[in-house]
T-cell receptor
Framework: KNQVEQSPQSLIILEGKNCTLQCNYTVSPFSNLRWYKQDTGRGPVSLTIMTFSENTKSNGRYTATLDADTKQSSLHITASQLSDSASYICVVSATGGSYIPTFGRGTSLIVHP | GAGVSQSPSNKVTEKGKDVELRCDPISGHTALYWYRQSLGQGLEFLIYFQGNSAPDKSGLPSDRFSAERTGGSVSTLTIQRTQQEDSAVYLC??????????????FGPGTRLTVT
C-alpha cells in the first residue's frame, strides 16, 4: 500500500530560525514528489516538485531534497518568517497511469515572533 | 486569472439533511478532483473527473456521496442524509493534463462542512 509519512507532526520555532521537515514514502513506482503549503482556511499551494533524477530544488527560502534510494525527502526553510506558519504537505505520485497522488498528513509549523 | 473557487465557504447542517457543495475549476482545466480533509488527517481522495470520461468514484466513502460535472466545468458534490462523521473540509482541485501525475493540482479554498 502506498503511504507517505511526515515528521514532525507539529513544530514551533522562533522567527528567523531555520527548520527541516521530513517525508518518508513507500509509493512505487515513483514518479514525483511535491511539497505543498496550506495556510489556515486555504487550499494547498505547490512549493516544489521533484522527479527521480533531482536531488535538490529551491524556491526562495524553501529548499527540498530527495533521496530516491532511501525514499526520503526533506523541506528546509531558511530564515523563517511569520508568514511561514502553515501546514506543509508532502505528496507523492506513482507512474503507471495512476492519477491519484498519495498525501501525507502534513507538518503544522508555527513561527513565533 | 481566477483560481479554483468553491461555495459555500462554510456550511452547517443538521444530521440527516442533504447538502450540495460547488466547485468552479480553472477555465480550460480538464481534470477535476474532490478531496476530504478531516482534522489532523491527510487529504482523502473522493472522486476524479477527466474530460468526458466516466469519473473515477473509487474514493467515495458511501452511496450517500455523489458528484456531477456539468459541461466539463462546474462540479457539484452532494452528500445525502448527512452524518456527523461527514464533518470535514471538502477541497476541490483542477489540473490541465489528462494523466494527472507530475502535473500541479490547483486547489480551491475548500468548504468547511459541520454536521450537528
Amino acid at each position: 500500500k502506498n503511504q507517505v509519512e511526515q515528521s514532525p507532526q507539529s513544530l514551533i520555532i522562533l522567527e528567523g530560525k531555520n527548520c527541516t521537515l521530513q517525508c518518508n514514502y513507500t509509493v512505487s513506482p515513483f514518479s514525483n514528489l511535491r511539497w505543498y503549503k496550506q495556510d489556515t482556511g486555504r487550499g494547498p499551494v505547490s512549493l516544489t516538485i521533484m522527479t527521480f533524477s533531482e536531488n535538490t530544488k529551491s524556491n526562495g527560502r524553501y529548499t527540498a531534497t530527495l533521496d530516491a534510494d532511501t525514499k526520503q525527502s526533506s523541506l528546509h526553510i531558511t530564515a523563517s518568517q511569520l508568514s511561514d506558519s502553515a501546514s506543509y504537505i508532502c505528496v507523492v505520485s506513482a507512474t503507471g497511469g495512476s492519477y491519484i497522488p498519495t498525501f501525507g498528513r502534513g507538518t503544522s509549523l508555527i513561527v513565533h515572533p | 486569472g481566477a483560481g479554483v473557487s468553491q461555495s459555500p465557504s462554510n456550511k452547517v447542517t443538521e444530521k440527516g439533511k442533504d447538502v450540495e457543495l460547488r466547485c468552479d475549476p480553472i477555465s480550460g482545466h480538464t481534470a477535476l478532483y474532490w478531496y476530504r480533509q478531516s482534522l489532523g488527517q491527510g487529504l482523502e481522495f473522493l472522486i476524479y473527473f477527466q474530460g468526458n470520461s466516466a469519473p473515477d468514484k473509487s474514493g467515495l466513502p458511501s452511496d450517500r456521496f455523489s458528484a456531477e460535472r456539468t459541461g466539463g466545468s462546474v462540479s457539484t458534490l452532494t452528500i445525502q442524509r448527512t452524518q456527523q462523521e461527514d464533518s470535514a473540509v471538502y477541497l476541490c482541485a483542477s489540473s490541465s493534463y489528462s494523466t494527472g501525475t507530475g502535473v500541479e493540482q490547483y486547489f480551491g479554498p475548500g468548504t468547511r462542512l459541520t454536521v450537528t
